[in-house]
């Protein structure tokens, strides 16, 4: 997804948020201090948006360089990459495993 210095933060955390709640691993690729800015912002929005669903957002941020226009000039922007990391189902697991692990123990004892 590509966010230019005239896309409003609500608007890119909402398109964010419904991807990243269908598990969907999503890209921002900005170039400028302003898209930055606006990346940031969305971000810190879909975080309040998908939360309550038990999701948590994990960034990766990567410096990309890119062959533009036709004389083929280098741009360099930056990749945001939000990763949706279910929290509901990691706690679950890690329940499950230390009381796997407590019944192991009971059964070794007998």
């Known amino acids: ?5 005239n896309s409003m933060p609500a608007n890119v955390a909402g398109a964010l948020a ?11 690729d900005v170039m400028g201090i302003a898209t930055a800015y606006i ?4 971000i810190l929005l879909v ?7 038990g999701i948590k957002p994990v960034l990766e941020i990567t410096k990309m360089d890119a062959i533009v226009g036709k004389e083929g000039s280098q741009r360099t922007f930056i990749r945001f990459t ?7 189902a990691r706690i679950g697991a890690f ?3 230390v009381t ?6 009971g059964r070794a004892g007998v």
């Open 95 to 97: 329940f499950k495993e």
């Open 47 to 53: 975080r309040a948006f998908i939360e309550p669903y």
């Open 1 to 5: 997804m590509r966010v230019s210095k």
């Open 18 to 28: 419904g991807s990243l709640r269908n598990g969907d691993v999503e890209s921002l």
């Open 39 to 42: 990346a940031v912002k969305a």
């Open 82 to 88: 939000i990763y949706p990391v279910n929290i509901n």
């Open 100 to 105: 796997d692990g407590e019944q192991e123990e």
